[in-house]
């Protein structure tokens, strides 16, 4: 498979078409709860080969490994009881656990490491393909590398069409939030390694405390694929605290992006405002964060974008981890990113 591979893209619903291509080791665009996968054979290093190629994303960063069930969990991963636990209470869900991966795995899918992230989604056509599959799937975010992850069939369409044969379009993403990612270190205990659409806060509530890095006494956590910048838009954005008066001059061509208020200097400079849950709920604001940092972005009158706060907690610290690297701010890649 070569690397101008043109494809026509088609989208629909049916898991037989997605089958197939995976069974022929293509990889397709498919929906799940959280954001839209970029998905192939996982224990087919053509396949995963392939994820990397279409994605554009340096084969230093590992993918998550997609199953249909715990058992099937259990073929790929080393479970132990916390894990256990948690599949039980939250699968299927945005919630992605680093295990110690069995030799089925292919290195390339965990770029070498003896860890691999796996998670049960929760869409009913992924599941479904899931369960017709003989194997598991190997999924990132089906955007391009640094670019926001898609929620719905169309923005897969507008990164990836002709360059995969297949998207299954299973509508919206509810969540709109990558799942959470849970290691556990030397002495079993659970450490967050990437907040997402599964608030840290429930996990806590059924097996106590998680390690938090970089939080009160914890060393930041050098986790592969956690770029300093990621998830960007194309055009500048800033939190509202930190914005240039110079981006000022011209109101205009300013969007303001916020949860449920709008400051009043926005309205004052008559700034377009975009709020994601004007309910204050962060669940929608979650839902809503990536299909508007894209509206903005391919909004031809918008040339900068200012962002207000968003609670710490829950899905807030989730959001406001992507709107952190979304910022447009210091070099794109840095040394301390990359896979010890
Ligand atoms: O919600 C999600 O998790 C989505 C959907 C499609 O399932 N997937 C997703 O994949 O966000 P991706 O590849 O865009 O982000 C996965 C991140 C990697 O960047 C890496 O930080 C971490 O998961 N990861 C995956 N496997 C790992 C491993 N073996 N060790 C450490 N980190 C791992
Ligand atoms: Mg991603």
Known sequence: MGEGLQYDTLTGTSII????????????????????????????????????????????????????????????????????????????????????????????????????????????????????LPFPLAAPSANPFMYVSPTNAKHVVQQLGGKIPYILDGGPSRVGLESTIIGFNPDGKAVLYRAGGLAVEELESIIGPVIIPGGKNEAPLAAPGQLKRHYATNKPMLPITEA????????????????????????ALGISAHLLAPNGSLSTAATHLFEVMRQLDDNQAVKRIIVGSFPKTGLGRAINDRLQRAYNKGPAVTQDLLFQ
């Open 17 to 132: 078409d997605a089958a197939k291509w995976l069974h022929e080791g293509e990889v397709i665009g498919l929906p799940t709860e959280t954001v839209y996968g970029l998905a192939g054979n996982a224990l087919n290093a053509t396949a995963v080969a392939r994820i990397f190629e279409v994605k554009q994303r340096p084969s230093f960063n590992p993918l998550i490994v997609h199953v249909g069930s715990v058992e099937q969990a259990g073929e790929y991963a080393q479970l132990n009881p916390i894990a256990s636990k948690l599949m039980e209470v939250f699968w299927p869900g945005p919630l992605t656990l680093l295990l110690k991966k069995k030799p089925v795995v292919p290195d390339l899918v965990t770029a070498g490491s003896d860890y691999v992230g796996i998670r049960m989604p929760n869409h009913p056509l992924t599941l479904e393909l899931l369960r017709t």
């Open 244 to 267: 240039p008066n110079s981006w000022y001059q011209e109101p205009t061509s300013i969007a303001f992006l916020g949860f449920d208020i709008v400051p009043a200097k926005v309205n």
